[in-house]
């Protein structure tokens, strides 16, 4: 291996760098960059051994030790560089580089398991409001439940939980319990459909929504799709879809229901 490798991991696997680095016995660092998520993360082996792993992300979060290499492994896209000989400013790992790969892929198998039935990462979660019975729910349970709030996805609910794994395992069973789904409850202004209001209903000329991101949302609406499932078609914001939704009414270029336009205002004077 020369003092300086440089490569794409799509081409070659996180893990395998890893082991070829701990066979050859190298010392030096490992930087790496995910490219879509903004994360950098460096890796520092000593004779082989993985002595320490820093992560850090864009919106300023840092993690280190065995955590910050559990959430880099997973890694499949992004840039990595090797440089020989780069010592290691602490040691955060002290497992054998063989244990500590092989513990995390495990639990990275059993991630795998848990996602299975769950709903994919990037879904808010809602409490379902109303239960013929309530069943009993341990300590851990009610800390990862008090994180579903309708406007946390499942990866940021895991990331505020501190431990992926444990707070995916907890989520499958409160989907099982039926405490918590990916659907709004029916009184959530989540679950409002929008229509397009025909120019027969206006009697002026109406302003055109100034934005591109307003004129997307404008067509995907079709009479039929709430809110919520046009914000994860689109993949918006939760506030960018309300302020767009609140300048296509104002403009009457979309309409509700007199119950379903009652609640919408009703939400955007809470607000």
């Known amino acids: 291996m020369s003092e300086k490798l440089t490569g794409l991991l799509s081409e070659f696997h996180l893990s395998d760098i890893i082991q070829l680095l701990i066979m050859t016995q190298k010392a030096g660092e490992l930087a790496?960059?995910?490219?879509?998520r903004q994360k950098t993360a460096l890796l520092y082996f000593e004779k082989g051994n993985l002595v320490h792993a820093a992560l850090d992300s864009a919106d300023g979060q840092h993690s280190e030790g065995l955590r910050a290499f559990q959430a880099i492994i997973?890694?499949?896209?992004?840039?990595?560089?090797?440089?020989?000989?780069?010592?290691?400013?602490k040691v955060t790992?002290?497992?054998?580089?063989?244990?500590?790969?092989?513990?995390?892929?495990a639990r990275m198998d059993d991630i795998k398991e848990m996602n299975k039935e769950l709903p994919t990462e990037d879904i808010n979660l809602f409490i379902k409001p109303e239960l013929d019975i309530v069943p009993s729910i341990s300590v851990l349970e009610w800390r990862v439940l008090a994180l579903v709030n309708g406007r946390r996805t499942i990866q940021r609910i895991c990331q505020k939980f501190g431990d992926e794994l444990e707070a995916k395992r907890v989520l499958r069973e409160l989907v099982r319990k039926g405490l918590v789904?990916?659907?709004?409850?029916e009184s959530d202004w989540r679950r409002l459909v929008p229509s397009i209001r025909s120019a027969a209903e206006v009697e002026y000329d109406?302003?055109?929504?100034?934005?591109?991101?307003?004129?997307?949302?404008?067509?995907?609406?079709?009479?039929?799709?709430?809110?919520?499932?046009?914000?994860?078609?689109?993949?918006?914001?939760?506030n960018d879809l309300l302020e767009d939704m609140k300048l296509l009414y104002e403009l009457k270029w979309v309409k509700l229901s007199p119950d379903d336009e009652r609640a919408f205002l009703k939400h955007l004077a809470d607000l």
């Open 32 to 36: 790496l960059r995910d490219l879509d």
């Open 206 to 238: 109406r302003a055109l929504p100034p934005r591109v991101r307003t004129n997307l949302l404008f067509r995907a609406i079709d009479g039929k799709t709430h809110f919520e499932d046009i914000r994860r078609k689109l993949q918006m914001d939760e």
């Open 181 to 185: 789904s990916a659907d709004p409850p």
């Open 93 to 105: 790992i002290r497992k054998t580089s063989q244990e500590t790969l092989i513990d995390t892929l």
């Open 74 to 89: 997973g890694w499949d896209e992004g840039e990595f560089k090797f440089l020989a000989g780069k010592q290691t400013p």
